[in-house]
């Protein structure tokens, strides 16, 4: 079983791929449109990768919540029942 670290970790990179940042730029509190100038299919392309990734429904509807790595973090916690 995977720990938090290593999770937010393995979201952290799929960001920064998709963003094309470098992962240290992606901090749990940087946020994606302002930070790091994310567009809206950007957006859906993390959203389809973290579902392929941790096999979850993530819903379009969510995206206005996932601002930033630690929300995002805690909305595919709660989807894929971790409990760390």
């Known amino acids: ?24 730029e992606i901090t749990e509190t940087s946020r994606f449109r302002e930070d790091h100038h994310a567009d809206s299919l950007r957006a859906l392309e993390v ?17 206005p919540k996932m601002t930033h790595l630690a929300a995002v973090y805690d909305i595919v916690r709660e989807k894929a029942g971790w409990l760390d």
């Open 1 to 24: 079983m995977s720990t938090r670290n290593e999770r937010l970790e393995i979201i952290q990179e799929i960001v920064a791929e998709v963003l094309e940042v470098d992962t240290s």
């Open 47 to 63: 959203l389809a990768r973290l579902e392929k990734e941790f096999k979850v429904e993530l819903p379009p509807t969510l995206l």
